[in-house]
């Protein structure tokens, strides 16, 4: 039985580390919106894209170190931080329309305002579910792609 754990473990060792650290990140991505939305006050947009930019940091460093295992260095390490940062910016996109729509125009119209922080957390977990997906199509097919060598 061990051995047959730590053989799955070998063979989907990369998903399994995307979606751990994944799971940190849209940790750190939720703890910072409840902070800028619930705590200091922010509206919904400035509360979710200081929580994007703390989310993406810690993305990156996490990805290029234990998921993808990125050994770039220079220059190719510059492209490949700003490649990740443009893909994430089109889910930073998704993120804010859902958030917008969720929180401000369905929200505000729908739930109760003592419900409203409670709503708002639960569309920021669900926004996260999308952002994620796309954002591993994203790391594995353009960001962190293996290149082959050519003989």
């Not at 039985?1 to 473990?9: A, E, L, N, S």
């Not at 505000?108 to 709503?119: C, G, H, K």
């Given at each position: ?9 070998r063979k989907y060792e990369e998903v399994i ?135």
């Open positions: 039985m061990i051995g047959w754990v730590k053989q799955m473990y580390s995307y979606l751990f650290f994944g799971v940190l990140a849209t940790v750190v991505n939720i703890v910072t919106y409840a902070l800028c939305a619930n705590l200091w006050g922010m509206d919904t947009f400035w509360a979710t894209t200081v929580a994007w930019v703390a989310g993406v940091l810690f993305a990156y460093g996490t990805n290029r170190t234990w998921v993808f295992r990125s050994k770039t260095k220079g220059m190719a390490a510059v492209k490949e931080f700003f490649l990740f940062v443009g893909c994430r910016l089109i889910t930073y996109f998704t993120d804010v329309l859902f958030m917008l729509a969720a929180v401000d125009w369905f929200g505000a119209a729908y739930v109760p305002a003592e419900y409203a922080a409670l709503w708002g957390l639960a569309a920021k977990v669900a926004s996260n579910v999308i952002v994620v997906i796309l954002n591993y199509i994203f790391s594995k097919l353009l960001i962190f792609a293996k290149k082959t060598e050519k003989k």
